[in-house]
């Protein structure tokens, strides 16, 4: 039973929800074309890949499930919508999209970058400055992380924690939450991965403390934590020769003195050395424990207490390369309310999954199925004679020429992927 107390702890924190919730973007591409008014493609360079609108070759809903595709292989793709600038100042700062790269991709980013409201939309290219870069970024089975880059102060700072991202091809909800206590989490379908402080996670600031450069190890300072026993002595019987003459051995019968020269034993290993003595190690009576070097307050060190804050956010842009296009972004949301990005989550992303993944298992069983039947039927269908030889040379030609187009495949692939890794460098 609530007391009355607790219904009005809870009238009160439910008020202040709604009194506060703002949504600053939102995208979901449910209106056809008109999305192609809100969004505008950059012109600084004449090739950038096509996003065309799509839910993709399954989809949990035809319709809640449009999104914008990239289009062409080995592409940039860069274009952006421009929303009421506003500041997170004293707010929480909540980013949340779906990603779903239902081409199984092997090198292409699935990030988005917050920009504050000066971009040129026209102008936006991988150097433009943002404040916020998030998502997943797969580049072969080495990179397949989330990027959580913050500009701080003009720099780009890169997380310096590892967060894994789905490599699956379904759709999959990224949501990044930035606290005005400088607190921040990252969840991956509504479940926290990654959480933590802005301050210890980033290297945005420089460390609190650093070792006093006055300070020195005392030359006396004694850090052995034992010495050789001065009491302890080398017993008298130590010290045997490590190799003696074999005592089981004789000389032999027929040996000639005068022919053979004097004769001796062979030497054999002395059962009895004992090695180099040494006295046995005792506690130091003088050990003063290891030495620590005194730190100091960082003289360079500068609390900030809103390393969250951005004065101006803008644009929500998609800035990106991909070798194998296909991927699919949709549920754009930009709020102050973590509660309420979760709940928008739920209803989005959290509908149309299950029904997603019951498409494609559907679609999996029917090619199987249509496999199985190819082959049966290749297997009943009658020869005649002469027929097979002929087939077999069409089919070997056929596979000269597939091999051929996989060797130009995997060559502009190869130049590409060091395209991506040096348009990432130049950005940090
Ligand atoms: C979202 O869905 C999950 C799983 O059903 C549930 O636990 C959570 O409370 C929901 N969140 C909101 C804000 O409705």
Known sequence: RMTALSVFLLAVSVASVLAESNVYFREQFEDGDAWTSRWVESKHKSDYGKFVLSAGKFHGDAEKDMGVQTSQDARFYSMSSRFDDFSNQGQPLVIQFTVKHEQSIDCGGGYIKLFPSGLSQEELHGDSVYNIMFGPDICGPGTKKVHVIFNYKGKNHLINKDIRCKDD??????????????????????????????????????????????????????????????????PEEWDKPENIPDPDAKKPEDWDDEMDGEWEPPMVTNPDYKGEWKPREIDNPAYKGKWVHPEIDNPEYTADPEIYKYDSIGVMGLDLWQVKSGTIFDNFLITNDPNLAEEIGNDTWGQTKDPEKKMKDSQEDEERKKREEDDQGRKEEPKEEGEEEVKQEEDEEDEEDEEEEEEDLEEEEEEEEEGTDSQLKDEL
């Open 169 to 234: 091809e379904f759709t999959h909800l990224y949501t990044l939450i930035v606290n005005p206590d400088n607190t921040y989490e990252v969840k991956i379908d509504n479940k926290k991965v990654e959480s933590g402080s802005l301050e210890d996670d980033w290297d945005v600031l420089p460390p609190k403390k650093v070792k006093d450069p006055e300070a020195k190890k005392p030359e006396d300072w004694d850090e052995k934590e034992t010495v050789p026993d001065p009491e302890d002595k080398k």
